[in-house]
């Protein structure tokens, strides 16, 4: 196959579907478009949920989950790769699995547990599958306050708290770890990068909008866009930061359905 000089980089998404939009495959797929990378996908679940809650979720079989990831990585070059949404044991060992031998690159793994609206989207019992098998095959880990305190079994009630529980993170075997703050009580929102010796506060403004569906996800897939694209980790992660900041600030004056609206993931409300 020839490459033409034009031809965009490819990162891959394995996280579930979400039919308002806002959030899983779609909010990935917006966000490596908007970016510049080309978007696959491999479903591992199909939610019924809009900006006010989910009302059903149906996992993916695992015939299902491989047939996807085979069908996209025997013929796309995939440069790196987004783990959302995964309520399966299974799924979890085929993706660690996968990111083992060399065929899922560079994993961004966001261990989605809680949505927006508050609705628990993985069992307690998958807690173990993520520290012992998924999290050491990351490159970059990305839970937010929530998450982390399942993950790592600590309490997070300030910045103060952050450090200690990205050291956690860190020693599951992820090589960098980024703690997202934004549910903490604070006048910014402040997020917590971590490389294994150094830990790194990034700031910035909290904007008054409940227009917030999705951020985790995009900003996830935006790291692992710029990562496709061949930036640095670091560059990576503030990249994205900006990136998820500006498409917050861009949907706050949305009025998309009754609940937590979805971003702005084209900079539409930016335009002039």
Same mark, same amino acid.
């Given at each position: 196959m020839h490459f033409g000089s034009k031809t965009p980089p490819v990162a891959l998404t394995i996280a579930g579907s979400d039919s308002g939009g806002g959030a899983g495959i779609q909010a990935d797929l917006?966000?490596?478009?908007?970016?510049?990378?080309?978007?696959?996908?491999?479903?591992?679940?199909?939610?019924?949920?809009?900006?006010?809650?989910v009302a059903q979720i149906e996992i993916m079989s695992l015939e299902s989950v491989l047939?996807?990831?085979?069908a996209v990585t025997n013929d796309f070059q995939v440069r790196a790769t987004k783990v959302g949404m995964i309520s399966s044991a299974s799924h979890i060992r085929l993706v660690a699995d996968a990111a083992a031998d060399g065929t899922l690159p560079r994993l961004v793994v966001d261990p989605v547990m809680v949505a927006t609206s508050g609705d628990r989207l993985t069992s307690a019992e998958l807690l173990e599958t993520y520290r012992k098998i998924l999290i050491p095959q990351a490159l970059v880990v990305t839970p937010n306050i929530f998450e982390a305190q399942e993950l790592t079994e600590i309490n997070i009630e300030s910045a103060t708290d952050m450090p200690k529980a990205a050291r956690i993170l860190h020693g599951f075997g992820a090589k960098y770890v980024y703690?997202? +703050?934004?549910?903490?009580? *604070?006048?910014? !929102?402040?997020?917590?990068?971590?490389?294994?010796?150094?830990?790194?506060?990034?700031?910035?403004?909290?904007?008054?909008?409940?227009?917030?569906?999705?951020? +985790?996800?995009?900003?996830? *897939?935006?790291? !692992?866009?710029?990562?496709?694209v061949g930036?640095?980790?670091?560059?990576?992660?503030?990249?994205a930061k900006m990136y998820t900041t500006r498409a917050i600030s861009g949907s706050a004056g949305w009025a998309l359905g009754g609940g937590h609206g979805p971003l702005d993931h084209f900079s539409w409300g930016h335009r002039q």
């Open positions: 917006k966000t490596f478009a908007s970016l510049g990378v080309y978007g696959t996908s491999v479903i591992t679940a199909v939610t019924a949920q809009n900006t006010r809650g047939s996807q990831l085979v703690l997202k +703050g934004g549910h903490l009580d *604070s006048e910014e !929102a402040i997020d917590l990068f971590f490389d294994g010796y150094t830990a790194q506060y990034l700031r910035a403004k909290r904007i008054d909008t409940q227009n917030t569906h999705g951020t +985790g996800c995009t900003f996830s *897939s935006a790291v !692992a866009a710029y990562i496709a930036k640095r980790v670091d560059e990576a992660i503030q990249g």
